[in-house]
């Protein structure tokens, strides 16, 4: 079985891969493609991307930026994407990229997992990959993120940067690639109130009450992103992680009307590059390396050694993280900067038990 490599840290390589995606030449809201270049037949590397566009700042843009950086490196790999404008438009997008002669089709996004099985089963010798969700198809590649590991981390520093005790976070739907990050957060608050005798209050969400938790309906509408953020502020909390692709940006835009008192943590990746005009609200981000997955698959899958089964980004191997601190970095103290280690080697040895109902065990 073939599997994909460690990947280098998100705040190098990664992050390097978004900022390509971020300021380079970036094709219209609209299917986009870039032929390869190189000698022989191209190899096609198709997306379908979820809701939200090539350019919401969070998954979809970091996803097709790995598509890039394998293009960038292997020229003769020639690369598209199709935007979802709803979930029903999962299913043709994915049956068109088969029809369009497509070597590899990558969905992105857990909602696509039912038409990614429905399409898969019914073109068996056509080579799939899938982001954020499992697949029992010995046909389709599974790429997802144990992104609870690195979320705890950002509810530890939250915990610890609190000035007012409350803490929130809030997500874009009640799917457990969203929830799984509000688990992390939500535990490594209780970690940080276990082992330093706070405690710091959670808004938005308990992993013991989930139907309790909070939820724009959306990862695209920022008005509401932005009224979210604002009643939590209202209620106590001046740390907050959005978990909504773009509707998460309505978090910015709410830090930013409170004049410095309402500081976030950002989701997927490195916030400073992906969202910089709120760059000097975000504390740091919880990352999942996306770009360097896609990458490696993309490279392997063009060199006719296409993964099988599934990979599963984790702290160990750096599929998952906490970004830099950026312009926090002086505002961090020392000790919480060591206790942040302390925990991330605690979680990866075992030591720190991750509890979350959704948590992804290692393949």
């Known amino acids: 079985m073939k599997t994909l490599h460690r990947f ?15 300021c380079g030449s970036r094709p219209d809201d609209t299917a986009g493609s870039a032929g390869g270049s190189g000698g022989g037949d191209a190899f096609k590397a198709c997306m379908v991307l979820d809701t939200g566009g090539v350019d919401d700042r969070s998954f979809n843009q970091s996803s097709y930026a790995g598509m890039e950086a394998a293009k960038a490196e292997n020229p003769n790999i020639e690369i598209s994407y199709v935007p979802s404008a709803d979930d029903t438009q999962y299913t043709p997008n994915l049956q068109a990229q088969v029809q369009a002669g497509c070597d590899t089709i990558i969905g992105v996004g857990g909602l696509m997992a039912d038409s990614m099985k429905e399409v898969a089963s019914a073109n068996p010798d056509q080579s799939f990959a899938e982001i954020d969700s499992s697949s029992e198809e010995a046909n389709v590649y599974a790429l997802q993120y144990n992104t609870a590991e690195a979320a705890f981390l950002g509810g530890y520093l ?30 490594g608050v209780q970690h940080h109130n276990q082992q330093k005798g706070t405690n710091v209050r959670v808004l938005g969400w308990d992993e013991n009450n989930p139907g309790g938790g909070t939820f724009a309906n959306s990862f695209q509408d920022q008005a509401a992103g932005r009224s979210i953020t604002e ?12 978990v909504a692709g773009q509707a998460g940006l309505g978090a910015g835009a709410a ?37 360097d997955s896609v990458k490696e698959y993309v490279l392997a899958a063009a060199d006719g050694e296409a993964p099988t089964g599934s990979y599963v980004g984790t702290l160990e191997n750096e599929g998952v993280g906490l970004a830099p601190f950026n312009q926090f970095d002086a505002q961090v103290p020392a000790e919480l900067k060591s206790e942040l280690e302390a925990v991330r080697a605690g979680i990866v040895d075992g030591s720190i038990e991750i509890t979350s109902p959704s948590a992804i065990a290692a393949s």
């Open 158 to 187: 939250a915990a610890g940067m609190t000035k007012t005790g409350v803490v929130g976070t809030w997500g874009g739907l009640p799917i457990p690639p969203v929830t799984i990050f509000m688990d992390g957060f939500w535990e």
């Open 231 to 242: 009643t939590l502020a209202g209620q106590g909390a001046d740390v907050i992680m959005p």
């Open 255 to 291: 830090a930013e009307a409170a004049g410095g008192n309402l500081n976030l943590v950002w989701v997927d990746t490195d916030g400073c590059e992906s969202a910089e005009q709120y760059c000097k609200y975000f504390i740091s981000s919880v990352t999942k390396n996306l770009t």
């Open 8 to 22: 280098a840290p998100v705040a190098a390589v990664g992050a390097a891969a978004l900022l390509l995606a971020s």
